[in-house]
Nanobody, 122 residues
Framework: QVQLLESGGGLVQAGGSLRLSCAAS????????MGWFRQAPGKEREFVAV????????YYADSVKGRFTISRDNAKNTVYLQMNSLEPEDTAVYYC???????????????WGQGTQVTVSS
């Protein structure tokens, strides 16, 4: 079992930046591919980014490519999402999730955090 806890959300103006963190506890963090997802009000949850177990591979949704950066620190059992040039359309609850094997598929995640709210004002 892996427990995930997101933090770092908040209110920011358009064009601003935030860094989300997701701290993991339980089983070996470095053994999991980690992803970020988001869900805006009235919309389905959507994939944002994924990082491989070592951090050597990353993959992004087209909507955030060039603005968001996913990274991880296995020594700290933490995955990050650096979000720059934020837009009102980025407003959502952001979730981190873990899966055993590397894939760019948006399904197959076994563990989920509770989410952190990001609100971008225009």
């Amino acid at each position: 079992q892996v427990q995930l806890l997101e933090s770092g959300g908040g209110l920011v103006q358009a064009g601003g930046s935030l860094r989300l963190s997701c701290a993991a506890s339980g089983r070996t963090f470095s053994g999991y591919t980690m992803g970020w997802f988001r869900q805006a009000p009235g919309k389905e949850r959507e994939f944002v980014a994924v990082i491989s177990r070592s951090g050597s591979n990353t993959y992004y949704a087209d909507s955030v490519k060039g603005r968001f950066t996913i990274s991880r620190d296995n020594a700290k059992n933490t995955v990050y999402l650096q979000m720059n040039s934020l837009e009102p359309e980025d407003t959502a609850v952001y979730y981190c999730a873990g899966r055993k094997f590397w894939s760019t598929s948006t399904t197959g995640y076994d563990y989920w955090g509770q989410g952190t709210q990001v609100t971008v004002s225009s």
